[in-house]
């Protein structure tokens, strides 16, 4: 660990998670579930591509048996944006008031859903809520309506997480809103709902889980931090015990599925064992916190130019999160090495323990990214997606604006140090 343990460290961390209900058919209970709290008025949020395999309208119906009166908006936008949210939270507006939403979808709903949440309890616009520098970071001032969320993606993790993610169009920057209020409720996970899932968007969405889970383990230490005051305390709080546990898990699940899971989406244990890899990392990450390769996929997902991955929308170009995060992921984790060896190789061991461990130590995780990558087609580096030499000064600005990000990886990073991950990502083999 290269950060210098200050006089007074941290001794206490915290621990945080939304009430969780898991397995095939898990998704029937949700009125049930939302009539326990006197619910009558319900939002289903979701995209128009979810709203197509008719899985939002049939968790909607279920509901009128509790009594409660659903209605299904499909407008959420894939990769969401300031404008996207806009709308979703215009509409809940007109339509409502709301006694609670369900979120039906990726990180892309669920983060819409947060979003429409947030604004429709409190006053306000996004940019009074968006993290500083971009926005003014203020925290709500009321409580939210009950939120459950309903992944349909097996990687983003929403469901567990106090954080929504969007584009701010106007700057060309990722950035987010976060605060523990953000948090959902419940999180139904059904993997039944996953089988409709391209092979492209179980790739790219499980690259998410897998760096939620090596950026969780591999971040700065709770107890390297200076001692907080209560009121200081924040959802990212570093390692510590609890997420180490669910990151490891999430590792042995993932070397044991993920390939099979791209390669035959119809296969049960292999969509069960992603499913229950993403909740696992959710609940390590939305604690310990992300840190290099998640401030850079910020950027890289921002500035896209015109790069349409396989399997999602193609009427606009996208780099979508989980294969941004992945793109610099290799260089990264060469860059942090040495702050926690054991602990990179530790990882390394569950993400590929068939691999024989290379001579040179540092090369033994990046090298275990760099074959998965390659066997379930990601990009080969920045350069797949379009970018070049002389996209690196945009790409470290936007990546030095996410200091919550980088402030839990575990060692500092400066903008010479992003450059270079950057440049080395521009092709990875």
């Known amino acids: 660990m290269s950060s210098t343990v200050p006089a007074r460290a941290e001794s206490v961390f915290t621990y945080g998670a939304p009430a969780l209900k898991f397995g095939p058919g898990a998704s029937d209970e949700i009125g049930f579930d939302l009539s326990q709290h006197g619910v009558r008025r319900v939002l289903v949020i979701t995209d128009a591509g979810v709203a197509a395999t008719g899985a939002p309208h049939r968790i909607a119906e279920r509901m009128t048996a509790f009594g409660i009166e659903a209605q299904v908006f499909d407008g959420a936008h894939v990769e969401p944006t300031d404008v996207s949210l806009r709308e979703a939270v215009d509409h809940a507006r007109a339509s409502g008031p709301w006694d609670a939403f369900v979120a039906v979808g990726g990180g892309s709903s669920i983060d819409t859903a947060k979003a429409v949440n947030l604004l429709s309890t409190n006053p306000g616009t996004l940019m009074d809520y968006i993290n500083a520098p971009v926005g003014r970071a203020l925290a709500p001032e009321n409580p939210l309506k009950p939120l459950v969320a309903v992944p349909t993606t097996t990687g983003t993790g929403s469901e567990s997480t106090t954080i929504c993610v969007l584009d ?84 042995h699940l ?155 990886a575990p060692r500092e990073v400066t903008e010479d140090d992003l450059a270079g991950i950057f440049d080395r990502s521009l092709s990875l083999w």
């Open 168 to 251: 701010v169009l106007e700057l060309k920057v990722k950035t987010g809103i976060s605060h523990a209020r953000l948090r959902p409720t419940l999180a139904v996970i059904d993997p039944d709902l996953t089988f409709t899932l391209p092979a492209g968007v179980t790739a790219a969405s499980g690259m998410d889980i897998l760096c939620h889970a090596l950026e969780s383990y591999t971040a700065r230490p709770y107890d390297t931090y200076p001692r907080k005051h209560p009121e200081q305390r924040v959802p990212y709080c570093g390692a510590n015990p609890i997420s180490d546990a669910w990151s490891e898990r999430a590792l």
């Open 254 to 408: 993932l070397a044991r599925s993920f390939r099979t899971a791209v390669r035959d989406g119809d296969d049960p244990e292999a969509r069960s064992e992603m499913a229950l890899a993403a909740t696992f990392a959710g609940l390590g990450f939305g604690n310990a916190g992300v840190h290099i390769p998640h401030a850079n996929a910020y950027p890289i997902a921002g500035r896209v130019k015109d790069f349409h991955p396989t399997g999602y929308p193609a009427h606009e170009p996208m780099v979508p999160h989980g294969m941004a995060v992945s793109l610099t992921a290799p260089e990264a984790f060469r860059f942090t090495f040495r702050a926690q060896p054991e602990r990179h190789l530790r990882a390394a061991e569950l993400l590929a323990p068939e691999m024989e461990r290379p001579a040179d130590a540092a090369e033994y995780l990046p090298t275990a990214i760099q074959r998965l990558m390659r066997d379930i087609g990601m990009p080969d580096g920045i350069g797949g997606v379009g970018y070049d030499k002389g996209d690196i000064p945009a790409l470290v600005d936007g990546a030095m604006k996410q200091q919550r990000l980088l402030a839990t």
